[in-house]
């Protein structure tokens, strides 16, 4: 069963303190994995996709690692802001006949304080 | 460019009722999948339309039944709701390459529709 799983479940952090979220997957046939930012009650929105061949990836102050390897991947948040409060989803893509087939992390619940 | 669209952002209804859920698909694409997210929790996959024809099914039970229009838009429907329907439904949009009949392309997701069963 294609399974992701995700660390710490919430964390706390003061603005301007960097973090870094734990993604460990089981997922077959693995195609791509993406990192998400959902704020409370909005749709998720893609941060950062990586494919088996590349094991990081930038997006301003997020930087999503993978090792494919261990089937584990980490999103680090630099200089946090405010604005970065949100759930953080880890989503691993298996490619099947049917087409994609997308399992979701519970998510890392992150508020940053002033 | 209108991202996707879900109608209505919130909706309150009691056991037993029935539901339908709207989703208009961002421009081009023509891949609606659908998610149910429960407070505190990831997205499960509910099922995937393409073409007007379910493709794919997560594991939800039959009151749990759905549709896609010709001009790509998509209903969720849910019969005979339970307290344990209560959740965020999100609706995302992806783009099929024409001809094959699969997907691979990233999916878009919409704010989605909070519902609340009583």
């Known amino acids: 069963k294609n399974q992701v799983e995700q660390s710490p479940q919430s964390l706390i952090i003061l603005e301007g303190k960097n973090c870094t979220l734990q993604?460990?997957?089981?997922?077959?046939?693995?195609?791509?994995l993406r990192w998400y930012k959902q704020d409370t009650g909005r749709g998720p929105v893609s941060l950062t996709i990586m494919t088996f061949s590349e094991n990081t990836k930038s997006n301003g102050r997020y930087t999503a690692t993978l090792d494919a390897d261990t089937k584990q991947s980490s999103l680090h948040i630099t200089a946090s802001q405010l604005s970065d409060s949100a759930s953080y989803i880890c989503v691993v893509t298996a490619r099947n006949n049917a087409g994609n087939m997308l399992t979701f992390g519970g998510g890392t619940r992150l508020m940053v304080k002033p | 460019d209108a991202g996707v669209t879900q109608s209505p952002t919130h909706l309150i209804k009691t056991r037993g009722q029935q539901v339908t859920l709207r989703c208009s698909p961002k421009s081009g694409h023509d891949t609606v999948s659908w998610y149910q997210q429960a407070l505190g929790q990831g997205p499960q996959f509910i099922f995937q339309y393409y073409e007007e024809e379910e493709r794919q099914r997560g594991n939800f039970p039959d009151r749990f039944s759905g549709h896609q229009f010709p001009n790509y838009s998509s209903e969720l429907n849910v019969n005979a709701l339970l307290l344990g329907d209560s959740a965020l439904y999100l609706c995302?949009?992806?783009?099929?390459?024409?001809?094959?009949?699969?997907?691979?392309?990233?999916?878009?997701f919409g704010p989605g529709t909070r519902l609340t069963v009583l």
């Open positions: 995302a949009s992806s783009l099929t390459p024409g001809g094959r009949g699969v997907s691979y392309n990233e999916q878009f």
């Open positions: 993604c460990n997957y089981t997922v077959s046939p693995f195609s791509n």
